[in-house]
């Protein structure tokens, strides 16, 4: 959400989609980027993402979202693992 905020997109009414037994009707955002699409498709209040769309020249990708809810942040997710050695590319 912060993302297409933040590049100004539009809601729109999405279309409905299907999430098990029910229905849900979404809000669309979308975003082009030269020959590149975004979309996002969110539901309920406060919102929460159902789906991403992209399109780019023929590719078409959707990307469900089969659950959604916020997590502590883990720096060490990010952490460089033990027993790794990196360096600087030599030219």
Do not use: C
Request: glycine share 8%; charged share 15%.
């Amino acid at each position: 959400m912060e993302f297409f905020r933040s590049h100004e997109a539009v809601p729109q009414p999405g279309p409905t989609l299907q999430s098990g037994q029910q229905l849900r009707q979404t809000t669309g955002y979308k975003l082009q980027f030269g020959d590149w699409s975004i979309a996002l498709f969110t539901y309920a209040n406060p919102e929460r993402p159902a789906a991403v769309a992209m399109l780019h020249g023929n590719e078409h990708s959707i990307y469900y979202y089969s659950g959604y809810g916020l997590m502590p942040f883990d720096a060490t997710l990010f952490a460089k693992p033990s027993g790794v050695k990196i360096e600087e590319a030599k030219q």
